[in-house]
Structure formats: C-alpha cells, structure tokens
C-alpha cells in the first residue's frame, strides 16, 4: 500500500510563504491527477489545486495568482508553494493522488496564518 506524507506546515504571518511537500512511499500504478485540498475548522473540505497527468493545472479561485502545484516526478514528491498567504488560508491541507485503481490520501498538515 502506497503511503502519502505531507509535510511544509506551520505558524506564518500574514503575507508570508510555505511550501508544502507530499511524497508517496512508492509507485502508483497510472496516476491521472494530483491534488491539493484544504479543510478549515467547521468547512467542508475543498479542492485548491489539481495537476494533471499531463501537467496542465487547476487552481481554486481563492488560489489563483498565490499558489502553484508542481511534481518531481523522479522524488514522488508533489508541492504546493503558497505565497502572499491570508487568515482565510488556515486549515489542514492534504494531498491526494488518484489513479485508475485508487484515490490515495495524506493525513494531512496544518497551516496556521496569523500574527
């Protein structure tokens, strides 16, 4: 079974910078799609960025223009790099990659955006 582990999360000031890491403890078999989700305390959970497995990429609106999914593809690593973060950006973040066999999920990191 493919493990996914986050990392990258913590306290940041307002305006400040993060980059969050997810690497998969092994291969998945036909990966299609890789994401990014946040679930803050008392929301559903919800999607913030998506690439694609041919790289094209999605962002949610309150992501655009401030974050950007990428992927190592020889680390198994996927990213998300956050910039100009807000208040409204604190919750935890997961990782998710799916494939043609299964969806598979971090246990997600916390970031907390506050002075």
């Known amino acids: 079974q493919v493990r996914l582990v986050e990392s990258g999360g913590g306290l940041v000031q307002p305006g400040g910078s993060l980059t969050l890491s997810c690497v998969a403890s092994?291969?998945?078999?036909?990966?299609?799609?890789m994401n990014w989700y946040r679930q803050a305390r008392g929301k559903e959970r919800e999607v913030v960025a998506t690439?694609?497995?041919?790289?094209?990429?999605n962002y949610a609106a309150s992501a655009k223009g401030r974050f950007t999914i990428s992927r190592d593809n020889a680390k198994n690593t996927l990213y998300l790099q956050m910039h100009s973060l807000k208040p409204e950006d604190t919750a935890v973040y997961y990782c998710?990659?799916?494939?043609?066999?299964?969806?598979?999920w971090g246990q997600g990191t916390q970031v907390t955006v506050s002075s």
């Open positions: 092994g291969r998945i078999f036909r990966p299609n799609r």
């Open positions: 690439i694609n497995i041919g790289g094209s990429t």
């Open positions: 998710n990659i799916q494939s043609v066999l299964e969806s598979l």
